[in-house]
């Protein structure tokens, strides 16, 4: 793991850098710290992100947030997780800030209602994106079972309306299975 005081500087600055200029929650800036920390920096690899991605949602709390505590402790340790959480919580921090001062102004103005008209336009787009990139990835394992829980995860939570965190269980008891069962076929397969 680097322990360069660099590395600790390029981690706020990334974090603070995507915070800032992201708008629409989690889901959007998953995919820019993908394209930060997987394809500029190298830091981590693909699947580590999934997993990581995996790990921030399922986890209590805001996505982006808990993402960034996951890549900081995995590049860079305690310290690291600490300067991310830093990093994504200061820019909404000031910017919630500044706007709470001028509240009714903003809540009345016309130009800024149709900004944040526009802006909801472009996070489902980006939306999309992480959907499309992440859903190929798991395409790309050649693998039924995790394409099979993405199906049954949406009819059960759009179409039957069960609890989130319930099918987060299963998903999880499953997932936990399908691992043991992998490690133990290829056990079995050399010896």
């Not at 993402?67 to 310290?79: C, D, E, K, M, N």
């Not at 990139?133 to 050649?142: A, D, S």
């Amino acid at each position: 793991m680097p322990k360069h005081p660099k590395i600790y500087l390029k981690l706020f600055t990334a974090t603070f850098g995507l915070s800032a200029f992201t708008f629409g929650g989690g889901f959007v800036i998953i995919p820019l710290m993908r394209k930060k920390f997987v394809e500029q920096l190298k830091w981590i690899d693909e699947q580590e992100m999934m997993d990581l991605t995996a790990i921030a949602q399922s986890s209590p709390g805001a996505i982006a947030v808990n993402a960034s505590i996951l890549i900081g402790y995995r590049v860079a340790g305690i310290l690291g997780a600490l300067i991310t959480v830093i990093g994504t919580v200061l820019p909404p921090l000031i910017i919630l800030s500044i706007i709470s001062m001028f509240y009714t102004a903003f809540r009345d103005n016309y130009i800024v209602n149709l900004v944040m008209k526009g802006m909801q336009a472009g996070v489902g787009a980006v939306i999309c994106d992480v959907v499309l990139t992440l859903g190929g990835n798991i395409v790309k394992l050649h693998r039924c079972l995790p394409i099979i829980m993405m199906g049954a995860t949406f009819i059960a939570v759009y179409f039957l309306n069960i609890n989130i965190i319930l099918i987060i269980f299963i998903c999880g008891f499953i997932g936990a299975m399908d691992v043991l069962w992998q490690k133990r076929r290829k056990k079995g397969e050399r010896q």
